[in-house]
């Protein structure tokens, strides 16, 4: 589209020039397909001890490359819950060592900031089901993060969009973050007896809502749909200012998540933390609302 179509009476000069702080902010979340390369590390371990791999789940396809390593099976769901099901059964059913979900959360309670790690407790469905993390794996994964606190998160198959609706989300359930990815792996974990944990980084705290553009933005393989966004822009300019806030929010947690992988082990340092000592302090244990 031509750049002088953009002009009229509901879109400005001001509005055209802040695109392109959106377009430098899309690369880093994912903006492109997977690789060949990467898709091949996805299906198979070239160079890792495990006997099976260590399955991560994850949504967008920035997690994905977060997650990539030795003795690591990487599912990028894309928002597709039926889908992701159907994958996780496939590759539990080619031999599998455990689970984690893996990527980026909302948060539920309120002061939490973009870029803090969280570590599931349980996960608690919208059908009331609650699945457990497997305690030693992920009081594990809170020593190598700077004692990420450990908490209860909620699984949903659609986003949770306002404050009004994550604030009603913590008091039902006194989850502290919420994503679309972790019921779906802890489900499958336990119908398998398999070990599962999750780390997720809060992206977009509990006092945003998120823009429709971001809600669009997201395609089935987990890649950024710049095409809907941009449609998305078009036809509400307003949510600009708050689609930057987001894109910027979302910028924090993936260099925290990044950074965090980094700390871990190849296997996110699954087969060897039954061997560490369990004696992380309780108050980084929580079973309802995170003090801030």
Request: positive net charge; contains cysteine.
């Amino acid at each position: 589209m031509a750049r002088a179509a953009f002009y009229g009476d509901r879109l400005s000069k001001s509005f055209l020039s802040a695109l392109p702080r959106i377009f430098e902010i899309l690369p880093s979340l994912g903006s492109g397909p997977l690789s060949k390369s990467e898709k091949g590390q996805q299906r198979f371990c070239a160079s890792g001890y495990l006997n099976a791999p260590v399955i991560a789940v994850t949504g967008l396809i920035a997690e994905a490359r977060a997650a990539c390593g030795p003795d690591i099976h990487v599912l990028s769901g894309g928002g597709d819950g039926v889908r992701l099901t159907s994958d996780l059964e496939k590759a539990v059913a080619g031999e599998a060592a455990a689970i984690i979900s893996f990527g980026v959360a909302g948060g539920l309670a309120p002061g939490l900031k973009p870029g803090t790690c969280l570590i599931a407790r349980s996960v608690l469905t919208e059908d009331g089901e609650r699945y457990f993390a497997d305690a030693a794996w992920a009081r594990k994964l809170s020593l190598a993060v700077d004692g990420a606190p450990i908490v209860d998160f909620a699984g949903v198959d659609a986003p949770v969009i306002g404050p009004a609706a994550k604030r009603a989300l913590h008091v039902r359930t006194g989850a502290v973050a919420v994503d679309m990815e972790s019921h779906i792996a802890a489900r499958m974990a336990a119908k398998h007896n398999l070990p599962f944990v999750a780390f997720r980084v809060v992206a977009d705290p509990a006092e945003r809502e998120l823009p429709h553009a971001a809600l669009v933005g997201m395609r089935q393989d987990g890649s950024v749909a710049v095409g809907a966004v941009l449609k998305s822009l078009i036809g509400q300019p307003r949510q600009l200012p708050m689609l930057v806030r987001t894109a910027l929010d979302a910028r924090t947690a993936f260099s925290a998540l990044f950074r965090s992988r980094q700390m871990l082990t190849g296997s996110f340092g699954f087969g060897d933390f039954r061997e560490l000592l369990l004696d992380v302090p309780r108050e980084k244990v929580f079973g309802g609302s995170l003090p801030v």
